[in-house]
Every structure is written in structure tokens, then in C-alpha cells.
């Protein structure tokens, strides 16, 4: 669900202030990303009649990892036109950005392993919250393999992390929460490259005893 964007109004009225929030929830199959949220702090004020600036804060997170600063973001807005002769009017607006959400910056101390994919040698990076493959680039990831060490509430060892970006499937990991119900489960990982994202697979359900019925005599 997403509703981070304004529709913005034509009219300007000089000496108009407000403070707002909007922000959105995501819903996603790739496991990192779904239960993210985004939010954008916003206050605005109009000069005169026809020129309106505003200030932005966002801030988001991606799934069990708090809120974190994104970007400010400074806006004019200017009339052209009187909104009584044209429903949607004329404006525009330029953008001066901040982004903080830039590449992580990786050194040779942080290389735990050396992966092969298709006969090719990649160097595994360990980071704080992730684990990376630069040289390891797919569609969906143009800019090298990236996933957390966290995917819901469990720890993914590098061990795992390692035989996942093999092609195998890691260990029974332990722990995993369900979003939905907030139960525990347990489950191996595997690494889906076309998708660009770790994939569960179960273990098969205990079989229950069989109850037993009495026979009539």
C-alpha cells in the first residue's frame, strides 16, 4: 500500500501554513523488504499569493531494522495562472535532495568467504546488517547480491548465507516469526537469483498417529 505522494492543490493563499504527515506500508514478496514502511514529516507556508515553499523529512526503514533517516527535501511551488480560470491551473517545482540511502562504502577486512556461482569466483562481503555480493550482479539486482542478516527475527549465519549463494540450500534455521500470525517456525533458505531474494522451503509435517477405533463386536 503506498500514499507517501501529495496531490497538490492549484490554489496558493498567502500567509497559509500547515504540518502534515503521509507515509506508506509495503507488502512484498522479497522477504527484506516486506513490512517496510515510509514517512514523510512535511511544513509548508505560503510567502504571497503565488509562491508556497515547503520542507520534507523522510525517514523509513526496511524490515526489523528501526527508522532511519532518508533524505530532506526542500520545495518551492509557484502559480502561474489564477486557479478560477483553469481547474488544475499551472505550477511547478524544483527539488534540492539529500539522499543518505548511497552504496555501502566495503573494505577488504569485511570479506568472510570467496562463493562460486556458474564456475565464477565471488568475494562475500559481511557488513553490520547485510550480506553482499558486489561482483555478483542478476537482473533484479543490477548492483550485486544483497540481503539481511535478520529475515524475520532470525539470524541468518554466514554458514548459510554462504551455501545459499552456492545454489544449495542452507541448514534448518530456527526461529523465523511469522508477520502475519507472529508464530515461530522453522526452515531452510535457499537464494532465488532470477527473483533476487532468499525463498523459504519446509520441512514436512510430522505425520499425526493414527487414531484408533474400536470395533464392534
Known amino acids: 500500500m503506498k500514499a507517501h505522494h501529495k496531490i497538490y492543490s492549484p490554489r496558493v493563499e498567502e500567509?497559509?501554513?500547515?504540518?502534515?504527515?503521509?507515509?506508506?506500508?509495503?507488502?512484498?514478496?522479497?522477504l527484506e523488504f516486506n513490512k517496510s514502511h515510509h514517512h514523510v514529516f512535511e511544513t509548508e507556508y505560503s510567502w504571497t499569493s503565488f509562491w508556497?515553499?515547503?520542507?520534507?523529512?523522510?525517514?523509513?526503514?526496511?524490515?526489523?531494522?528501526?527508522?532511519?533517516?532518508?533524505?530532506?527535501?526542500?520545495?518551492n511551488q509557484v502559480q502561474l495562472l489564477d486557479y478560477k480560470y483553469f481547474a488544475g491551473a499551472v505550477y511547478f517545482s524544483y527539488n534540492f535532495v539529500s539522499e543518505q540511502d548511497e552504496p555501502e562504502e566495503l573494505s577488504e577486512e569485511q570479506i568472510v568467504a570467496?562463493?562460486?556461482?556458474?564456475?565464477?569466483?565471488?568475494?562475500?562481503?559481511?557488513?553490520?546488517?547485510?550480506?553482499?555480493?558486489p561482483s555478483l550482479k542478476t537482473k533484479k539486482e543490477p548492483e550485486g547480491i544483497k540481503f539481511s542478516r535478520t529475515i524475520l527475527s532470525a539470524e541468518i549465519p554466514r554458514e548459510a548465507a554462504i551455501r545459499m549463494?552456492?545454489?544449495?540450500?542452507?541448514?534448518?534455521?530456527?526461529?523465523?516469526?511469522?508477520?502475519?500470525?507472529?508464530?515461530?517456525?522453522?526452515?531452510?533458505?535457499?537464494y532465488d537469483f532470477e527473483q533476487g531474494r532468499p525463498t523459504f522451503e519446509f520441512p514436512p509435517r510430522k505425520k499425526g498417529a493414527k487414531k484408533k477405533t474400536a470395533r464392534k463386536s
Open 15 to 30: 500567509g497559509r501554513q500547515s504540518l502534515e504527515w503521509r507515509g506508506h506500508f509495503n507488502y512484498d514478496d522479497r
Open 52 to 75: 508556497q515553499s515547503e520542507l520534507e523529512f523522510h525517514v523509513s526503514d526496511k524490515a526489523e531494522t528501526p527508522l532511519d533517516w532518508e533524505k530532506t527535501e526542500f520545495q
Open 114 to 133: 570467496s562463493i562460486t556461482h556458474k564456475e565464477v569466483a565471488h568475494d562475500l562481503y559481511e557488513t553490520e546488517k547485510s550480506y553482499l555480493v
Open 165 to 190: 549463494l552456492q545454489g544449495d540450500r542452507s541448514e534448518l534455521l530456527k526461529g523465523f516469526v511469522s508477520n502475519r500470525t507472529k508464530r515461530k517456525f522453522d526452515a531452510f533458505l535457499k
